[in-house]
């Protein structure tokens, strides 16, 4: 009978070595390597389809680039670089640009409803030593200048004198600024401006300066 039990047991070690020799490999452990890989992929298409982008439009903006010659404070010295240039074969068009120096600080009354009650306030502060004037065109028409300052502090001690009068004064601000004058090469004549033509311009008085800047109305939003 031993023997007959160790036939047995030996039967059943080799039937659970066959039977897990016939278990098919599962995918799910080759699976998540699959998921990295794609994920990867993703990635570098994103970021090639980014840098792309960027490149595009570095291009883009480069093609866009306009020469600027300037500033001048003068239209006729700009006029004289312009004529220049189009001597040597290159167009060039003027441009003018409103430049901001300082602000100045206007005290004043808000306009009365006629005229005539305008200069009654003149008259009533010209007689308590505040010089004022009646304000006839404008937003402010009918209201009493009481003077521009370009310091702050001096508006405020003439508004706040008025103010113990009796008054209610403003203080309103004006922007001063100056016109100058550009001369702009636009991006298809830039190519005709070497180094050498480069050299001659700087020679000539207020064209020491250039810069590259977008041209107006191109579109470089993409």
Known sequence: ??????????????????????????VTEIEPLVSKQ?????????????ESLVSERRSVEADSL????????????AQ????????????ARIKEFSDPIGVDHWVYL???????????QV???????????VITVGDLENGVSLGIFSERTSAQGILDRVARL????????????RQIYRVQISSGERKRVDSEILGD????????????????GIDTSR
């Open 123 to 133: 008259r009533e502060l010209q007689a308590r030593g505040i010089d004022s004037y």
């Open 80 to 91: 004289t670089l312009q004529q220049r240039l189009l001597s040597l074969g290159v167009n």
């Open 110 to 120: 808000e306009p009365s409803a006629s005229r005539d009650g305008a200069f009654r």
């Open 38 to 50: 794609k994920e990867a992929a993703n990635i570098k298409l994103v970021k090639e389809s980014a």
């Open 66 to 77: 306009c020469l600027n010659f300037g500033p001048f404070e003068r239209k006729s010295d």
């Open 201 to 216: 311009l700087s020679r000539l008085v207020g064209a020491q300066e250039s810069a590259q800047a977008l041209c107006e």
């Open 1 to 26: 009978m031993p023997w007959v039990f160790v036939f047995l047991v030996s039967l059943n070690i080799l039937y659970a070595v066959w039977h897990r020799q016939q278990i098919p490999i599962s």
């Open 166 to 177: 009796g008054y209610s004064p403003l203080i309103k601000r004006l922007e001063r600024s």
